[in-house]
T-cell receptor, first 116, second 109 residues
Framework: GAVVSQHPSWVICKSGTSVKIECRSLDFQATTMFWYRQFPKQSLMLMATSNEGSKATYEQGVEKDKFLINHASLTLSTLTVTSAHPEDSSFYIC????????????FGDGTRLSIL | QKEVEQNSGPLSVPEGAIASLNCTYSDRGSQSFFWYRQYSGKSPELIMFIYSNGDKEDGRFTAQLNKASQYVSLLIRDSQPSDSATYLCAVAGANNLFFGTGTRLTVIP
């Protein structure tokens, strides 16, 4: 149980393109999902907390107009990188938990985004 | 803001040895602790979680928690080359997890 699916796994696109990444909890409902970014050889950085039916909570320094998060259902959250530029190239990972914060979070397989 | 500290390594151990990974945390009220393994280019996967003081064993892995000293550790017995990865310690907050920067483990054949 507790499977989190993330799609696509790899995206290569031109500068200025907007890219949507989907995160789905396959066998459980997740009122909260999390979006992370990880640059090569660096640690996970929490970007935002996605809350079902309400606005996402962004970490300091993360532009909410740049990284649009929609959590329209209990099993789906999307992250859209708008007008992506080469500096947005990174590994984006979502996670979700089955209940309260003391429960483990399970990660999707990640999306490698390369902006040319 | 919770702080979770790990030695970044790299930690190298010979195959068959015990690998010991340590993590300290700043919030004395923390209750839930997790160890994740992350292979290069992959997302983290949960190895173990521990809530109570003492040891918790699962196969070759043992998590140890000492709330009084605010540290949590992960022991890997009979280390295998396939255990070579970055190990992330995480501490639960009110609404999310706080991650350490990870310790890179290399098991030498």
């Amino acid at each position: 149980g507790a499977v989190v699916s993330q799609h696509p796994s790899w995206v290569i696109c031109k500068s200025g393109t907007s890219v949507k990444i989907e995160c789905r909890s396959l066998d459980f409902q997740a009122t909260t999902m999390f979006w992370y970014r990880q640059f090569p050889k660096q640690s996970l950085m929490l970007m935002a907390t996605s809350n079902e039916g309400s606005k996402a909570t962004y970490e300091q320094g993360v532009e909410k107009d740049k990284f649009l998060i929609n959590h329209a259902s209990l099993t789906l959250s999307t992250l859209t990188v708008t007008s992506a530029h080469p500096e947005d190239s990174s590994f984006y990972i979502c996670s979700a938990g089955q209940g309260w914060s003391n429960q483990p979070q399970h990660f999707g397989d990640g999306t490698r985004l390369s902006i040319l | 803001q919770k702080e979770v500290e790990q030695n970044s390594g790299p930690l190298s151990v010979p195959e068959g040895a015990i690998a010991s990974l340590n993590c300290t945390y700043s919030d004395r009220g923390s209750q839930s602790f997790f160890w994740y393994r992350q292979y290069s280019g992959k997302s983290p996967e949960l190895i173990m979680f521990i809530y109570s003081n003492g040891d918790k064993e699962d196969g070759r892995f043992t998590a140890q928690l000492n709330k009084a000293s605010q540290y949590v550790s992960l022991l890997i017995r009979d280390s295998q080359p396939s255990d070579s990865a970055t190990y992330l310690c995480a501490v639960a907050g009110a609404n999310n997890l706080f991650f350490g920067t990870g310790t890179r483990l290399t098991v030498i054949p």
